[in-house]
């Protein structure tokens, strides 16, 4: 790519960034908008919307785009931050401040000591008066002269930036594992740290799981054991649920309409007309018969699994870890999600089947990962343009156009390979409920890893092993020859991989905040309703798909530290948008459903490290090309001290992350021996776990006609 390609792509996703920007800062301000860019202010209450006179009337000052809101994203402290949102949210933006961190150091040296060395090269030959026109290639260490004493300084900086990333990553981890105790202390008690799940219950024939368990659990926990709950196979259940939920909100619409002619519909489509709520209301009317039918029969539907919960929180984790019967596929634990947090299809499914669809996922997931090879394909071919003119030569003389050729090369592979991504995450998570997780978050865990090694191969080596790289085979089944391989075809995709952090950067952080299909969604069913709908949920964020955006491009700005430092200014200014917008959404849009501690930073400091590796491994492969075989000799130590660093950290902090130590839940249980309200709290943990779908429910009247099949009172 040449460098007015570049320059082409930097304006026009500059030029998006300011329409978004601009855009939001306008819509935000219409009280009509509320539940689009603060959702969170809707649900609570906290925030009023204007009267009617106001909301409709008309007000210049709306129309004035202003910078108020990023005051008040940066203003909040990080406690402030975490006592709004949760753990995972801290985690997440400190993230961000991780990759602030690294980038910043790394431009210091990158941009102001490694670029010039790699621009003043002579290796390639570079006519400063047509600059524009030259390739990207002149600032990279491939324009460095083959066996100059400057690549010694490239070896300094390898060693110095992975010395500090390494010295970040101890500080990040140590930090958050403070933040993870600290957030346990301050907590109040929740039903998953009293509870474990108990799986492999053997049954004799002619007793029920509640009665094993019963007697097992009060037989060697007499002094702790509280109570259980067993669960039962409820998938048609829930079907029927939502099927009445459904009709019970399309009749709450009909009841809002001012118009009585709106209530009457046609019977099919050439029926006669009928009162659409005397329709739905026999609907649900069969739907709750239905339900109940259903509720009655599943009594001895039980699945060989319960909650079991104790009173304690040491007495939980003494029955998580210890093996409770000879046979150690019986009795199995494992610790218990919060009450909201269980994804109860999984009980559903027998041990064979989800067996069968672990299997199922890796043969799904390895197909779509070729699969996604073709877009690959189509965008290098965009990106290199002879391959173009070879590929379709009826455009050879629009190609020669100068404008066509900028845009084609520096804008619309990356704008091709986002998109085609953006369909990726909704395929991962069903891939991952299918596994068998027990929780939604969970779920989106396994989501993330896979969406991130997902990322990793077809976006990074699937495109820099692109063309004649990719069917050598015979080369990467020698793996002496890998660091060559990986050496002289990584700086070769830098100028791609800067348009891809513009597009996939700078233009999807700006449309995270401007919200355009939630806005368009909106906007149509008010137009087709009048209303925004029959129903309103505040979204919770997608950490599946944020975070390995996030991470792949701490994966390229560490790789690219020494190839290309180009890049480096441009990961720096997603960086900051980054931060100051997903702070905003995360006060503004974004609720928590469920928080998992701060779980997810052991991927990102995996993924960090994975990083650091490549890039040493890369280093190794370019100073032997570049004839400096002293200097390719000596990086070798230094991907093994990285790698010693990181068993380090894993022994160090990892456990934290797995439960929490017995000091802290000593400590806790003693607090709780004086709280008064802890037997309230018993009272309601032995039916914190009950499936939603087998609560009691019953119908209460409301202008002659059914609710919704609301929870009995009890």
Not at 45 to 74: I, M, Q, Y
Not at 196 to 218: A, D, K, M, Q
Not at 523 to 545: A, C, M, N, Q
Not at 690 to 705: F, K
Request: glycine content about 4%; hydrophobic content about 45%.
């Amino acid at each position: 790519m040449i460098l007015s390609a570049l320059l082409t792509s930097v304006g026009i996703n500059l030029g998006l960034c300011l329409l978004f920007f601009t855009l939001y800062s306008i819509l935000k301000k219409q009280p009509i908008n509320a539940k689009v860019y603060a959702p969170r202010f809707v649900a609570a209450k906290e925030k009023e919307s204007p009267s009617e006179t106001e909301a409709n009337g008309f007000n210049f000052e709306r129309l004035l785009p202003t910078a108020g809101w990023v005051r008040r994203a940066w203003q909040p402290s990080e406690d402030q931050f975490l006592s709004a949102t949760s753990l995972d949210a801290v985690v997440f933006m400190r993230i961000f401040v991780f990759s602030l961190r690294v980038f910043g150091f790394a431009a210091v040296i990158g941009v102001f000591v490694l670029l010039p060395i790699n621009f003043l090269g002579t290796q390639l030959e570079v006519d400063f008066s047509d600059l524009t026109n030259k390739s990207l290639d002149s600032f990279s260490i491939s324009n460095v002269d083959d066996g100059s004493n400057w690549l010694w300084v490239h070896f300094c900086a390898a060693y110095i930036f992975s010395a500090f990333v390494c010295y970040l990553l101890y500080n990040e981890y140590s930090y958050i594992s403070s933040r993870r105790i600290a957030h346990f202390y301050s907590s109040k008690p929740q039903p998953n740290q009293f509870t474990v799940l108990v799986r492999g219950i053997p049954v004799p024939s002619g007793s029920s799981s509640s009665e094993i368990i019963e007697n097992f659990f009060t037989e060697y926990y007499s002094s702790t054991y509280l109570s259980h709950t067993m669960v039962r196979r409820t998938s048609k259940l829930q079907r029927l649920t939502k099927d009445a939920d459904k009709v019970h909100r399309t009749l709450a619409r009909i009841k809002s309409e001012k118009d009585p002619q709106q209530r009457f519909k046609r019977d099919g489509l050439f029926g006669r007309k009928v009162d659409a709520l005397d329709h739905y209301g026999k609907k649900l009317d069969d739907l709750e018969d239905t339900v109940r039918l259903e509720q009655s029969s599943l009594a001895g539907k039980e699945v060989s699994a319960a909650f079991v919960s104790f009173k304690s929180r040491l007495a939980a984790a003494v029955a998580l870890h210890i093996q409770q019967g000879t046979n150690p596929t019986e009795w199995v634990t494992e610790s218990a999600p919060e009450p909201q947090d269980v994804h109860w299809p999984f009980f559903s499914s027998s041990f064979i089947k989800r067996w069968i669809c672990k299997l199922v996922v890796l043969v799904a997931y390895a197909a779509v990962t070729i699969l996604y090879l073709i877009p690959v394909v189509i965008v290098q071919g965009l990106a290199n343009l002879s391959t173009l003119e070879t590929w379709f030569p009826f455009l050879t003389s629009i190609l020669t156009l100068t404008v066509v050729s900028q845009v084609i090369t520096g804008y619309l592979p990356s704008l091709i390979l986002q998109l085609f991504l953006k369909l990726v995450p909704p395929i991962m998570i069903v891939l991952s409920s299918m596994e068998g997780y027990i929780s939604f978050s969970q779920i989106q865990k396994g989501a993330c890893m896979k969406m991130l090694l997902f990322t990793i191969w077809n976006i990074f080596f699937a495109n820099v092993l692109s063309g004649t790289a990719l069917y050598r085979f015979d080369i990467l089944l020698e793996p002496k020859k890998i660091p060559g391989l990986l050496a002289d075809a990584v700086p070769a995709q830098a100028s791609f991989f800067i348009s891809y952090v513009v597009t996939s950067g700078w233009t999807s952080v700006s449309s995270e905040l401007f919200r355009m299909i939630p806005l368009i969604f909106s906007y149509i069913k008010r137009l087709f309703s009048g209303k925004d709908g029959d129903e309103f949920e505040v979204p919770s964020i997608k950490y599946h798909s944020e975070i390995p955006r996030i991470l792949f491009f701490g994966v390229l700005g560490i790789t690219y530290f020494l190839l290309a430092p180009l890049i480096l200014p441009f990961l720096l200014v997603y960086c900051c948008m980054g931060y100051l917008i997903y702070r905003n959404q995360l006060l503004n849009v974004y609720a928590p459903k469920y928080d998992t501690g701060g779980k997810f930073w052991p991927i990102v400091h995996s993924s960090t490290i994975f990083s650091l590796v490549l890039m040493h491994i890369i280093a190794i492969g370019m100073f032997g090309i570049k004839d400096l075989a002293l200097a390719s000799s000596l990086m070798v130590p230094l991907p093994i001290l990285t790698l010693l660093f990181n068993e380090y950290c894993r022994k160090r902090f990892l456990p934290i992350f797995e439960s929490y130590p017995v000091e802290c839940l000593v400590k806790k249980d003693k607090e709780d021996q004086s709280d008064p309200s802890m037997d309230a709290f018993y009272d309601k943990l032995s039916t914190a776990y009950e499936d939603p779908a087998l609560i009691p429910r019953r119908r209460r009247s409301t202008d002659g006609h059914n609710s919704p099949l609301l929870p009995a009172e009890v």
